[in-house]
Nanobody, 122 residues
Framework: QVQLVESGGGLVQAGGSLRLSCAAS????????MDWYRQAPGKQRELVAG???????NYADSVKGRFTISRDNNKNTVYLQMNSLNPEDTAVYYC????????????????WGQGTQVTVSS
């Protein structure tokens, strides 16, 4: 099994910055994609940013130029640097990872973190 633990959320004023981290643990064989999603109250969960094992990235239009996703493959950790935050970025942010783990044989996994709250005040 694979577990994801997020950290770095909190309360920040508009225009400020936060850096989220998400570390994967377990008997991990490989991780292909690592993504950040967010869910605001009363809204559907949406993809914020994603990164492949090779470093290719994609972003939601609403965060392009403000957020940067990166990963440390040696630490099985993904980061989300969030700059120029505005109240519309307020949400619970979730980490998602897809890959494979070893337990006798190799199995695929699709894991989610518990979420971390980001609140941006105006």
């Amino acid at each position: 099994q694979v577990q994801l633990v997020e950290s770095g959320g909190g309360l920040v004023q508009a225009g400020g910055s936060l850096r989220l981290s998400c570390a994967a643990s377990g008997i991990i064989f490989s991780i292909s994609t690592m993504d950040w999603y967010r869910q605001a109250p009363g809204k559907q969960r949406e993809l914020v940013a994603g990164i492949t094992s090779g470093g290719s990235t994609n972003y939601a239009d609403s965060v392009k130029g403000r957020f940067t996703i990166s990963r440390d493959n040696n630490k099985n950790t993904v980061y989300l640097q969030m700059n120029s935050l505005n109240p519309e970025d307020t949400a619970v942010y979730y980490c998602n990872a897809q890959g494979s783990y070893a337990r006798g044989s190799i199995y695929k996994f699709d894991a989610w973190g518990q979420g971390t709250q980001v609140t941006v005040s105006s």
